[in-house]
């Protein structure tokens, strides 16, 4: 079912607005497509003036960028830790712009929008994490 992004026909004091004319083709937005974590899989969709946008449907390889440096290279996604669209999301391992993964590199976060660009761009947060069974050496307090 398509989503409908004309004017509500509800007034803010929750009168009805009757309608002037009927729906458009040109007002009809489309569905939201959960991009899971998995083997790549993307599908081309035509999009308005011939335009084509790619659905990612699932992927496990994400360009992350370091700010610091400036370098962006592949890492392999390990799962979603944080998603502020939907708690449930993290649970179901599906990625938006805006989730936080944990990545080979460390963890980022989504830049791009793979529902629309067919794409996983990310930014780092942190760098990797020490290996399990040695701890991280403590940082020299300063006086």
């Not at 002037?20 to 991009?35: I, L, P, Q, W």
């Not at 084509?52 to 610091?68: M, Q, Y």
């Not at 290996?131 to 006086?143: H, L, N, T, V, Y």
Request: hydrophobic residues 35%.
């Amino acid at each position: 079912m398509a989503r409908w992004q004309g004017r509500s026909l509800t007034k803010p004091s929750g009168g009805r607005i009757w309608a002037k004319r009927k729906k458009r083709k040109r007002e009809m937005g489309s569905e939201f497509v959960e991009t899971k974590l998995g083997a790549t899989k993307r599908v081309a969709h035509r999009a308005r003036g011939g335009a084509s946008k790619f659905r990612l449907l699932a992927v496990d390889i994400a360009n992350v960028t370091d700010p610091k440096t400036g370098q962006t290279k592949k890492a392999k996604i390990i799962t979603v830790v944080e998603n502020q669209a939907d708690p449930h999301f993290v649970r179901r391992n599906v990625l938006t712009k805006g989730a936080v993964i944990e990545t080979e590199l460390g963890r980022a976060r989504v830049t791009s929008r793979p529902g629309q660009q067919g794409v996983i761009s990310a930014v780092l947060l942190e760098g990797p994490k020490a290996p399990e069974g040695k701890p991280a050496e403590p940082e020299p307090e300063k006086s």
